[in-house]
């Protein structure tokens, strides 16, 4: 495994047991993953680009119960952004030169929501023409998903989190695998440009269970790909539970960059917690997007605690630090 055209081909046929080999790499073996990873990046379809995307989180108002996560549970005070509210955070962003939006929200069917979300996208669109607008909002309607789409947004983020049944149970047993793909179908369906991945480092989770995603992912046809890593949030079911090993989701990041050249990844808050430099070394791993965490008013930033009460927040002076760091340019947007 010494050549980069060995880790290549082995992780292009889905060796399950050289892949099981690769994602354990350190040191001199995952310098030469990184290295594989960023020249496939740098020779594709967006080069040394990195897509910068601000975050507003709508909602903590959610109706899965994964073990992993907090927001609107233990007590915690539930919030829903007015409309007048998501769109004064998308006009100061705009104002600040930013692009794309991320608008992210527990997983809320109530059609009133729906319908606002909806019309803050038609009227963001409206007033700025070029912004694009993702979507995080978990499982909907196919009708529901075709209002959002038809409101002018383009993207939506539906993560699977973990693909083996009995495992998916066992973190998020409120929904079902099943559920969770044909959600991600319909959004492919109905015109979406469609993220999804997994958790790296959920208690029980085998490497097997890690290449068992990989194989999904590769399947699925999708634009954007992505893997965070475990963070115990002190007040899930999951808090007692060690945290996901950052070069484990580092090499995951890497081997997803190989399968997938052509689509956007994302180097992601959870890797820089407890490790100061992941969110570099993800851009490192072939990553090539960054989230700036400044949309949510301060007062509610708290209450949207998926991870951890302790995440660690980018500004955009940071982001932009790492970026230049790895050799990379910025972008308003790249899809």
């Not at 945290?243 to 960059?257: A, E, K, P, W, Y």
Request: include cysteine; proline fraction near 3%.
């Amino acid at each position: 495994m010494k050549k980069n055209t060995d880790i290549i081909n082995s992780i292009k046929t889905l060796d399950r047991e050289q892949i099981k080999q690769i994602l354990l790499f350190k040191d001199e073996k995952q310098e030469e993953l990184f290295a594989a990873a960023r020249k496939i990046r740098n020779e594709g379809k967006f080069k040394d680009n990195v897509e910068l995307r601000s975050v507003i989180e709508l909602s903590n108002i959610c109706a899965q119960n994964c073990k992993y996560c907090s927001i609107g549970k233990n007590g915690k005070k539930t919030y829903i952004l007015s409309k007048e509210t998501v769109l004064s955070r998308i006009k100061m962003l705009a104002d600040l030169g930013r692009r794309t939006f991320l608008l992210q929200s527990g997983e809320n069917r109530n059609q009133k929501f729906i319908d606002d979300i909806s019309f803050c996208c038609s009227k963001a669109i409206e007033i700025y023409p070029d912004i694009k607008i993702i979507l995080c909002m978990g499982n909907l309607s196919k009708e529901q998903y075709k209002q959002l789409k038809e409101s002018g947004a383009s993207r939506y983020i539906l993560k699977f989190e973990t693909s083996n049944e009995q495992h998916h149970k066992f973190t998020r047993p409120t929904d079902t695998i099943q559920n969770r793909l044909e959600c991600i179908q319909n959004l492919i369906d109905i015109g979406f440009k469609v993220g999804s991945g997994n958790i790296v480092g959920l208690p029980e989770q085998t490497l097997d269970n890690l290449i068992d995603d990989l194989i999904l992912i590769n399947k699925l046809n999708l634009s954007m790909v992505s893997a965070t890593k475990f963070i115990p949030n002190e007040f899930s079911e999951f808090k007692d539970y060690p945290m996901g090993d950052v070069n484990i989701t580092l090499n995951f990041l890497s081997v997803l960059r190989i399968l997938k050249p052509d689509c956007l990844i994302p180097s992601t808050t959870s890797l820089s917690t407890g490790n100061k430099d992941g969110q570099l070394n993800g851009l490192l791993a072939g990553c090539n997007t960054v989230t700036i965490h400044d949309g949510t008013p301060k007062e509610f930033e708290k209450n949207f605690s998926i991870y951890s009460e302790k995440r660690f927040s980018p500004a955009e002076e940071y982001c932009r630090e790492i970026i230049k760091k790895a050799n990379l340019i910025p972008q308003k947007y790249l899809l």
